[in-house]
């Protein structure tokens, strides 16, 4: 059977008029912030204290946009008669976020967790310039990153947590052996004096 002439034009309309009597659902943006997934990837946050300089992250990042600058130290020796130790101090780490294509790698090849995904995505500049994040701003950008989820419960338990509580209670019984065995050391000395006259 041939479609009836102007049909298509009526289903049209019938979707327009349906949709013309529901309430609209726009959210205003500035005004009202929405509400972002758990693992956005807004901006990223530097935590200092953890890098090591080991240029990780710039070597493998493919636009080239991290800059690192450092320089060695002499740290003494911390026992008597130990050697020196050189370590790289940090003197500048930045991000240049107009280059930034929010891969992530950096991220996942950073073998001390020293960068992070913030959810803050807020950070238009009127010059590109500013765009070039210094380590002071990352470290700003670090106090916004959230919580890591909680674990599933029905999770297999991390490898690193199960051999560290094999090893804790491995010399906790290596411990309790040892104390036990001074103990009967002990009491055997006790009775061996009471065995005298």
């Known amino acids: 059977m041939a479609p009836i002439p102007g049909s298509g034009l009526a289903k049209g309309l019938a979707v327009?008029?349906?949709?013309?009597?529901?309430?609209?659902?726009?959210?205003?943006?500035?005004?009202?912030?929405?509400?972002?997934?758990?693992?956005?990837?807004?901006?990223?946050g530097l935590f200092e204290e953890n890098c090591t300089v080991c240029m990780l992250c710039a070597r493998e990042c493919p636009d080239w946009c991290i800059y690192i600058d450092s320089h060695k130290e002499t740290v003494p020796a911390a026992a008597p008669g130990g050697r020196e130790r050189s370590r790289n101090?940090?003197?500048?780490?930045?991000?240049?976020?107009?280059?930034?294509?929010?891969?992530?790698?950096?991220?996942e090849v950073c073998p001390f967790?020293?960068?992070?995904?913030?959810?803050?995505f807020e950070y238009a500049e009127t010059d590109i310039h500013e765009l070039t994040h210094e380590r002071d701003k990352l470290r700003q950008w670090m106090w916004t990153v959230p919580e890591p989820p909680a674990l599933d419960p029905r999770a297999e338990e991390p490898k690193e947590v199960a051999a560290a509580r094999k090893a804790a209670e491995k010399a906790a019984a290596q411990a309790a052996a040892a104390q036990a065995a001074a103990q009967g050391t002990d009491a055997q000395d006790t009775d061996a004096r009471e065995d005298r006259p």
């Open 16 to 44: 327009t008029l349906r949709t013309m009597t529901r309430k609209t659902v726009t959210a205003q943006y500035p005004e009202v912030q929405p509400e972002l997934p758990p693992r956005t990837r807004g901006v990223i």
């Open 89 to 107: 101090v940090l003197d500048r780490f930045a991000i240049d976020f107009s280059l930034c294509m929010y891969c992530g790698i950096c991220i």
């Open 113 to 120: 967790d020293a960068l992070f995904w913030s959810p803050e």
